[in-house]
């Protein structure tokens, strides 16, 4: 499948809620209008192509034992792993430099990210776990 085609399977929601489905649209910056999923949304649509298991609220050693599981990991970090930027919305507060990548390896000091931004790379536990435990959202794909 390609990512045009996932995407048109994406939940949607109208009322910009990220807890039910994607604020806006994927395709274009909306102001105003927090552009994200939230895991309880996210898990259920993606559980349709495969496993999925929201572990939100996960420590840092339970996204490990999932990776070691060979799971990889949707987690919810902050852009650049910088501090948050809260906003005030409809739905509650939420974070304006909030940032999704896929965790999918680990080593003593560091973790393996994908990151449909800024490419692959690793960084350090105690910056990845810094920057997660602002929401705690982790999805891991079985």
Do not use: C
Not at 14 to 28: S, V
Not at 74 to 92: I, K
Not at 94 to 99: F, K, T, V, Y
């Amino acid at each position: 499948m390609s990512l045009a085609s996932l995407l048109k399977t994406m939940p949607i929601a109208a009322n910009g809620n990220p807890y039910q489905g994607f604020g806006g649209t994927p395709y274009a910056v909306v102001d105003g209008v927090y552009q994200s999923i939230f895991p309880s949304a996210f898990t259920p649509w993606v559980a349709g192509f495969g496993g999925a298991s929201n572990i939100s609220g996960s420590s840092l050693d339970g996204i490990i034992s999932q990776i070691a599981a060979g799971n990889p990991v949707v987690a919810w970090v902050t852009l650049n792993y910088q501090g948050p930027q809260w906003h005030r919305y409809d739905w509650g507060n939420g974070i304006d430099n909030a940032h999704v990548v896929t965790v999918d390896g680990y080593n003593g000091d560091s973790m393996h990210i994908v990151d449909p931004e800024n490419g692959t790379y690793w960084i350090s536990k105690s910056a990845f776990n810094a920057a997660y435990s602002y929401m705690k959202f982790a999805v891991a794909i079985s």
